[in-house]
Nanobody
């Protein structure tokens, strides 16, 4: 099995910064895509940003120029640097990793989610 552990959420004032981390552990064979998603109260979960194994990134229009995703392949970890935070960025942030993991004597597709970390932007 594979587990994702998130950290770094909290309360920050508008205009402030936060850095989220998500580390994967377990029987990982390979991780292709990593990403961050968020869900605000009363809204559906939405994609924030993703990064492929070769570093290609995609961002939601609402965070372009403010958020930066990065990954450390050796540590199976993905980061989200969030700058110039706005109240509308308030949400539970979830990391996601897609790839392949070892299950017994076989390999199986990996699509794992973190437990979520709350980011609150408020004065």
């Amino acid at each position: 099995q594979v587990q994702l552990a998130e950290s770094g959420g909290g309360l920050v004032q508008p205009g402030g910064s936060l850095r989220l981390s998500c580390a994967a552990s377990g029987s990982i064979f390979s991780i292709n895509a990593m990403g961050w998603y968020r869900q605000a109260p009363g809204k559906q979960r939405e994609m924030v940003t993703t990064i492929t194994s070769i570093g290609s990134t995609k961002y939601a229009d609402s965070v372009k120029g403010r958020f930066t995703i990065s990954r450390d392949n050796a540590k199976n970890t993905v980061y989200l640097q969030m700058n110039s935070l706005k109240p509308e960025d308030t949400a539970v942030y979830y990391c996601n990793m897609k790839g392949v993991y070892r299950r017994d004597l076989y390999y199986a597709p990996l699509d794992a989610w973190g437990q979520g970390t709350l980011v609150t932007v408020s004065s």
